[in-house]
Protein backbone atom coordinates (compact mmCIF):
# COMPACT_ATOMS: atom_id res chain seq x y z
CA UNK A 1 0.00 0.00 0.00
CA UNK A 2 1.48 3.37 -0.97
CA UNK A 3 0.31 6.03 1.69
CA UNK A 4 0.97 9.96 0.95
CA UNK A 5 1.85 12.46 4.22
CA UNK A 6 1.60 16.00 3.56
CA UNK A 7 2.73 18.81 6.02
CA UNK A 8 3.47 22.40 5.80
CA UNK A 9 0.23 24.37 5.96
CA UNK A 10 -1.61 26.69 7.83
CA UNK A 11 -2.31 30.35 8.25
CA UNK A 12 -0.58 33.25 6.57
CA UNK A 13 -0.69 36.97 5.50
CA UNK A 14 -1.40 38.02 2.25
CA UNK A 15 1.96 38.39 0.70
CA UNK A 16 3.58 35.66 2.85
CA UNK A 17 5.13 32.71 2.41
CA UNK A 18 4.34 28.80 3.01
CA UNK A 19 6.07 25.51 2.43
CA UNK A 20 4.12 22.02 1.57
CA UNK A 21 5.78 19.43 1.70
CA UNK A 22 4.57 15.51 0.05
CA UNK A 23 6.15 12.41 1.19
CA UNK A 24 5.38 9.27 -0.51
CA UNK A 25 5.87 5.75 1.07
CA UNK A 26 5.31 1.96 0.52
CA UNK A 27 6.86 -0.74 -1.93
CA UNK A 28 7.04 2.38 -4.59
CA UNK A 29 9.05 1.79 -7.87
CA UNK A 30 8.39 4.38 -10.08
CA UNK A 31 6.05 7.52 -9.80
CA UNK A 32 5.50 9.59 -13.20
CA UNK A 33 4.69 12.88 -11.70
CA UNK A 34 3.75 14.24 -8.73
CA UNK A 35 2.00 16.77 -8.06
CA UNK A 36 -0.20 19.11 -5.41
CA UNK A 37 -4.02 20.41 -5.85
CA UNK A 38 -6.53 22.82 -4.44
CA UNK A 39 -10.26 22.71 -3.45
CA UNK A 40 -11.39 25.95 -2.03
CA UNK A 41 -15.37 25.63 -0.17
CA UNK A 42 -17.93 25.46 -2.41
CA UNK A 43 -15.38 24.77 -5.73
CA UNK A 44 -13.83 22.15 -7.37
CA UNK A 45 -10.80 20.75 -6.75
CA UNK A 46 -8.26 22.28 -9.87
CA UNK A 47 -4.75 21.48 -10.56
CA UNK A 48 -1.80 23.90 -8.88
CA UNK A 49 1.35 22.20 -10.01
CA UNK A 50 2.69 18.53 -11.41
CA UNK A 51 6.09 17.31 -12.01
CA UNK A 52 7.28 14.64 -13.71
CA UNK A 53 10.16 12.14 -12.52
CA UNK A 54 12.38 13.54 -14.97
CA UNK A 55 11.86 17.52 -13.89
CA UNK A 56 9.11 18.31 -15.99
CA UNK A 57 6.99 21.50 -14.72
CA UNK A 58 3.54 22.50 -15.32
CA UNK A 59 1.66 25.13 -13.27
CA UNK A 60 -1.99 26.60 -13.38
CA UNK A 61 -1.73 30.32 -14.88
CA UNK A 62 -2.95 31.43 -11.25
CA UNK A 63 -0.21 30.37 -9.50
CA UNK A 64 2.79 30.92 -12.19
CA UNK A 65 5.78 33.22 -11.27
CA UNK A 66 4.61 32.86 -7.23
CA UNK A 67 5.18 29.08 -6.54
CA UNK A 68 7.29 26.48 -7.28
CA UNK A 69 6.91 23.13 -7.49
CA UNK A 70 10.08 20.81 -7.01
CA UNK A 71 11.00 16.88 -6.42
CA UNK A 72 13.60 14.07 -4.71
CA UNK A 73 12.97 11.38 -6.74
CA UNK A 74 14.95 9.01 -4.32
CA UNK A 75 12.56 9.20 -1.61
CA UNK A 76 9.43 10.05 -3.13
CA UNK A 77 8.87 13.38 -2.17
CA UNK A 78 7.56 16.62 -3.77
CA UNK A 79 7.42 20.44 -2.55
CA UNK A 80 5.50 23.48 -3.34
CA UNK A 81 7.01 26.55 -2.47
CA UNK A 82 4.39 28.91 -2.02
CA UNK A 83 5.17 33.14 -2.34
CA UNK A 84 3.17 36.13 -2.50
CA UNK A 85 0.13 34.65 -0.55
CA UNK A 86 -3.00 35.97 -1.60
CA UNK A 87 -6.34 35.38 -0.03
CA UNK A 88 -7.74 33.42 -3.11
CA UNK A 89 -5.10 31.13 -2.68
CA UNK A 90 -6.99 29.66 0.44
CA UNK A 91 -7.97 25.84 0.05
CA UNK A 92 -7.20 22.56 1.31
CA UNK A 93 -4.10 21.04 -1.09
CA UNK A 94 -3.88 17.63 -1.62
CA UNK A 95 -0.95 15.96 -2.96
CA UNK A 96 -0.92 13.29 -5.60
CA UNK A 97 1.26 10.91 -6.97
CA UNK A 98 0.15 9.47 -10.66
CA UNK A 99 0.88 6.67 -12.06
CA UNK A 100 2.44 4.93 -9.07
CA UNK A 101 4.15 1.35 -10.19
CA UNK A 102 5.29 -0.70 -6.95
CA UNK A 103 4.84 -4.34 -5.51
CA UNK A 104 1.35 -3.87 -6.05
CA UNK A 105 1.28 -3.74 -9.73
CA UNK A 106 -0.01 -0.52 -11.40
CA UNK A 107 -0.19 2.45 -12.85
CA UNK A 108 -2.54 3.33 -9.96
CA UNK A 109 -3.11 7.09 -8.45
CA UNK A 110 -2.76 8.19 -5.04
CA UNK A 111 -3.81 10.78 -2.91
CA UNK A 112 -2.72 12.45 0.66
CA UNK A 113 -5.19 13.68 3.35
CA UNK A 114 -5.14 17.07 2.43
CA UNK A 115 -3.42 20.29 4.12
CA UNK A 116 -5.32 23.59 5.40
CA UNK A 117 -3.85 26.58 3.57
CA UNK A 118 -5.39 30.04 4.75
CA UNK A 119 -4.11 33.41 3.67
CA UNK A 120 -5.88 35.99 5.73
CA UNK A 121 -4.51 39.08 7.90
Known amino acids: QVQLVESGGGLVQPAGSLRLSCAASGSIFTIYAMGWYRQAPGKQRELVAT???????NYADSVKGRFTISRVNANNTVYLQMNSLKPEDTAVYYC???????????????WGQGTQVTVSS
Open 96 to 110: NADRVYGRHGGPLDY
Open 51 to 57: ITGGGTA
